[in-house]
């Protein structure tokens, strides 16, 4: 069975741009999570989405938003980039029963 | 709110030796507890988990256990191999199945 599978893998971009990343989750799971990790540290809670529905945000500036489609794939978007957006942004799937499982995640770069 | 305090490293280990690294957690309901790995380059694995108080997650050689009074879950291996090494994250997962991660602590086993 596939995994969670992000994309792209690595992005450069500058300081004031906005950026898309997008996340297939596993089959059969239908909520999806997004994860800030900054270098050294761990992942921080971004938003959650179940049923194409936020179900949860963390301590994000209104710069970030999500969604989730029908299929339940999702995209995170950010405007405005900030050099301190720089980081790996994980994308997490996960079912009622299950815990969550991670993509390699996409490393985005802002200069 | 919930959040997980986690050992700092960076651990260096001879193969074979005993591995412990410590996780204490602060929660306001009753969450489930993991353990990720996360090896260069790539995304978060699940290593282990234990959803409710006195259960031992298992799996690879690790072993934790949910130790309610002493709001702990130690990650232990008797034995550790060089492929362990890599970065070790303990996590919580509240009931909307948000979770909060600690630092991450670096493992390095030399052989």
């Known amino acids: 069975d596939a995994g969670v599978t992000q994309s792209p893998t690595h992005l450069i971009k500058t300081r004031g741009q906005h950026v898309t990343l997008r996340c297939s989750p596993i089959?059969?799971?239908?909520?999806v999570s997004w994860y800030q990790q900054v270098l050294g540290q761990g992942p921080q809670f971004i938003f959650q989405?179940?049923?194409?529905?936020?179900?949860g945000r963390g301590n994000f500036p209104d710069r970030f938003s999500a969604r989730q489609f029908p299929n339940y794939s999702s995209e995170l978007n950010v405007n405005a980039l900030l050099l301190g957006d720089s980081a790996l942004y994980l994308c997490?799937?996960?079912?009622?029963?299950?815990?969550?499982?991670f993509g390699n995640g996409t490393r985005l770069t802002v200069t | 709110g919930d959040s997980v305090t986690q050992m700092e490293g960076p651990v260096t280990l001879s193969e074979e030796a005993f591995l412990t690294i410590n996780c204490t957690y602060t929660?306001?309901?009753?969450?489930?507890l993991f353990w990720y790995v996360q090896y260069p380059g790539e995304g978060l694995q699940l290593l282990l988990k234990?959803?409710?108080?006195?259960d031992k997650g298992s799996n690879k050689g690790f072993e934790a256990t949910y130790r309610k009074e002493t709001t702990s879950f130690h990650l232990e291996k008797g034995s550790v191999q060089v492929s362990d090494s890599a970065v070790y994250f303990c996590?919580?997962?509240?009931?909307?199945?948000?979770?909060?991660f600690g630092t991450g602590t670096s493992l390095t086993v030399i052989p």
């Open positions: 929660a306001t309901g009753y969450p489930s």
């Open positions: 234990a959803t409710k108080a006195d």
């Open positions: 989405y179940y049923e194409k529905e936020e179900r």
């Open positions: 089959s059969g799971h239908k909520s």
């Open positions: 996590a919580l997962g509240d009931t909307g199945n948000q979770f909060y």
């Open positions: 997490a799937s996960s079912s009622p029963d299950s815990p969550l499982h």
